[in-house]
C-alpha cells in the first residue's frame, strides 16, 4: 500500500496561522461538501466505508497504523504496546453488523436517516444530524474522537474536530486513512489544534456550528455552555469514575488467576486513563479469596504485564503524585494501621495499595489501584454515596446469574454502565455513555401526520 500524503487537514500545517476568518471559511467549506455529496449517500455506503476504516487500523502492516505506533509518546500519550492494545479493541467492534445495529437501537428503523418511516401510531418519522459539529476533542484518549466522527457520517454531518495543542497526530492519521478510503466523505472533515479557550478562533467555530460536543472536566464543559451562542446544543460529557467489584464466590466459579487477569486488563488498558478505568476494585470479604491475598496477587500479575506491555513514561507531575501518594501508604503500612502497600521497584510503573477503609479513593492512575475490603453491595452503595453522581462504569467478576442480582441494585441505584470486568475500558461500539443515547441527543425528528 502506498505511503498516503499526510497533508490535507489544517493540522498538518504546523505554524500555519489561524484566523477568525479562516476558521469560518472552513466551517462554509464543510457544509457546501457535506451537502454536495455526503448528505446524498445512503447507510450501506457510509457504514461500508467505516467498516473498512476500521479493518485498515486493526491490520499490522496498514502505514498509517504503524506511523501512531512508531511516534513519540509524547504525541500519542501512550508507549507503543498500550496503543496497538487499544486501537484493535477499539475497531474490533467497527463492523457493517454492529454499525446498523446502532442505528437500529437509536432510531428503530435505520432508513429513518434517509427517509420517513411509519410508526405504530399511524404516523411517519424520520431524522435528520445538524449539518455542522464541532468536536472540542479530550487530550487523553484518542477512541473518543474516532467514535465521535464515525456517528458525525452516519448521521451525515459535516465536522470540526478541535484538537489541544499537540495531541491532534492521532486524529488526523485517522482523517487521512477516512480520506484514502472514501475522499468525498473526508471532504466533510476538517482538524486543527489550538489551545483551549482560544478568544479569536472559537466563537467563529461556535457561530457557524449547530451542535458543540466536548469530552473533557467538568469545569471545561461549563465554560462552553457559557460561551455557546443562544440556540447552539452543546452535548458535554465531563469528570466521570469507575470501579471494579468481585464476589465473594466468583473464583469458585472463574477460578483465581482468571478473576485477578481480568482485574489487570482492566488496569492496564489505556494506563488507567479515561473515565472508564477503574480506580478501586472492592472485594467481598467473606469469601475463599480474602481482599489481602487478591491485592498481592495482581500486584504479581501487574509485574508480569509490565513486562509485556510496559507502561511508558509519564509526566513529572504524573510521577511526583504517585510518589507522594506511595509515600502516604508506606507510612500507614509501616505502623500497621489497616494499609499495604506493593510497587514496582525504582520506578513509578505500577502500584498496589490495599486498605481497611472502604470509602471510594482517587487513584493518581498509570496503574495505580486500590483494593477494599467490602461486606456485600448494598455497604459498597453506602460508601459510594459522595461520588454516586459521578460513576461511569462497574466491572463485575461474578457468575452470570449472581451478576444479574448485583446490576440490579446498581441500576436502580444510578449506574449507567456495569459490565464483566477486564471489559471496562472495552465499551460496545452502541454504548450509551453516561446513560445517554450516543445518536439520540444529536438528531432532530420529524413527525409526519398524514389524515
Known sequence: MPEPSLDYFLADKPGAELTHPLIAEACQTLRRNRNEYLATLGNEQIISKLAEVGNLWRSPDYPLRQMALDADPEE????????????????????????????????GDPTRLQSFASQPNRTFSMVNGPQLIAH???????VPVFQSIAFGLLLRSAQFIKCASGKSLLPRLFGHSLHFVEPGMAASLEIAEWDGGNESLEPALFAEADCVTVNGSDNTVEAIRQR????????????RVSFGYVEKQANEVMGTQAIISRAADDVVAWNQHGCLSPHVIYVEQFGSLKPERFAEMLAEELEVRNEAMPRGPISTKEAASI??????????SANNVGALIWESEETTDWTVVYEDEKQFQTSPLNRFIF?????????????????????????????????????????????????????????????????????????????????
Not at 476533542?137 to 484518542?142: M, V
Not at 510518589?323 to 500507614?332: A, C, D, M, Q, V
Open 76 to 107: 500519542t500519550g501512550f508507549p507503543r504496546e498500550v496503543l496497538a492494545a487499544g486501537l484493535d479493541a477499539c475497531f474490533a467492534e467497527w463492523t457493517q453488523e454492529k454499525f446498523f445495529m446502532l442505528l437500529t437501537q437509536e432510531f
Open 136 to 142: 472540542i476533542a479530550p487530550g487523553n484518549l484518542p
Open 228 to 239: 455557546l451562542p443562544l440556540g447552539k446544543r452543546l452535548v458535554g460529557y465531563g469528570h
Open 323 to 332: 510518589s507522594t501518594t506511595r509515600r502516604f501508604y508506606k507510612i500507614r
Open 371 to 451: 483494593v477494599k475490603p467490602i461486606e456485600h453491595i448494598e455497604e459498597a452503595l453506602h460508601v459510594l454515596e459522595p461520588v454516586r453522581e459521578s460513576v461511569s462504569t462497574v466491572g463485575l467478576a461474578a457468575s452470570e446469574a449472581r451478576m444479574r442480582e448485583l446490576a440490579l441494585p446498581l441500576a436502580q441505584w444510578g449506574v449507567p454502565r456495569i459490565c464483566a470486568l477486564s471489559q471496562m475500558q472495552r465499551p460496545p461500539l452502541a454504548w450509551r455513555h453516561d446513560g445517554r443515547p450516543p445518536l439520540g441527543e444529536l438528531i432532530r425528528w420529524t413527525d409526519l401526520e398524514t389524515a
